[in-house]
């Protein structure tokens, strides 16, 4: 769980950088990982989805390639990486903080959240928030980076988030504490069963687990009771 203010502040500093910084570091593969997310999401047909924490937007565009005749929304709580949203062809945006959403109760078919929830103050009331706006049998789907559970390639996977990444991404976006930030909260973020547990303890009924890239990053899907 993260400081709200450090939070913002961060994505305010790499906003402008954001998207390159993500293809460079990830060698594209992030790309993938939202496609992956999208095309599952797709399988449900929704006809509403929030996209939480929708930042730059990547993932509403991934969605609104699969899913063309859904209504999305974005929804995040920094303006400036909402303007990065807007610069393209893009759904309704809304500034708002996950845990506190100004959303009507059951609105949504499905809810979406990549890359975000790692970056909340409270992962349970952000949860709670995201059950709330599903419609009873609505699904959720969280996408956001894990540390792969197989050794050698958990230490080298670390080694690459706090040593190499951080310079690289300052490079690119001039702030390289942000970067460092990036590393700690992957590591303190639970992923697997533990995260399976989270979400399942917080307003959903259900929820399964994929490993993508040898599990660098995860996919999880879970539903609210119907
Ligand atoms: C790493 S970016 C992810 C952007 C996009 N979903 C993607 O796939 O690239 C994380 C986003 O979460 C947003 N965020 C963090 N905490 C939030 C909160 N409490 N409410 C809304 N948005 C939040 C940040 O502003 C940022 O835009």
């Known amino acids: 769980m993260q400081d709200a203010g450090f939070v913002r502040q961060a994505f305010a500093n790499i906003a402008d950088r954001y998207v390159l910084a993500n293809h460079v570091l990830s060698a594209g593969t992030d790309i993938l990982w939202r496609r992956t997310c999208a095309r599952h999401v797709a399988r449900?047909?929704?006809q509403t989805i929030l996209d939480l924490a929708t930042g730059s937007g990547d993932l509403a565009v991934a969605l609104r390639d699969r899913c063309p005749s859904a209504r999305i929304l974005g929804a995040?709580?920094?303006v400036p990486m909402m303007r990065q949203a807007q610069k393209r062809p893009f759904e309704p945006l809304i500034a708002a903080d996950g845990l506190a959403l100004p959303l009507a109760d059951a609105a949504f078919d499905a809810v979406t959240v990549a890359f975000g929830l790692r970056n909340m103050a409270s992962w349970p009331q952000a949860l709670q928030e995201m059950s709330r706006v599903l419609k009873p049998g609505g699904w959720l789907y969280v996408l956001d980076f894990s540390i792969p559970p197989v050794?050698?390639?958990d230490r080298l996977y670390l080694w690459y988030l706090k040593r190499v990444l951080p310079r690289v991404a300052?490079?690119?976006?001039?702030?390289?504490?942000?970067y460092e930030y990036l590393a700690s909260s992957i590591e303190k973020f639970p992923s697997?069963?533990?995260?399976?547990?989270l979400?399942?303890?917080h307003g959903f009924a259900r929820c399964?687990?994929?490993r993508l890239s040898f599990g660098i990053a995860s996919l999880y899907s879970a539903q609210k009771a119907p």
């Open 44 to 46: 449900l047909a929704p």
């Open 76 to 78: 995040d709580f920094s």
């Open 151 to 153: 050794p050698p390639l």
């Open 170 to 178: 300052g490079w690119i976006t001039g702030d390289r504490a942000s």
């Open 192 to 197: 697997g069963s533990a995260m399976e547990r």
């Open 199 to 201: 979400i399942c303890d």
């Open 208 to 210: 399964e687990s994929r």
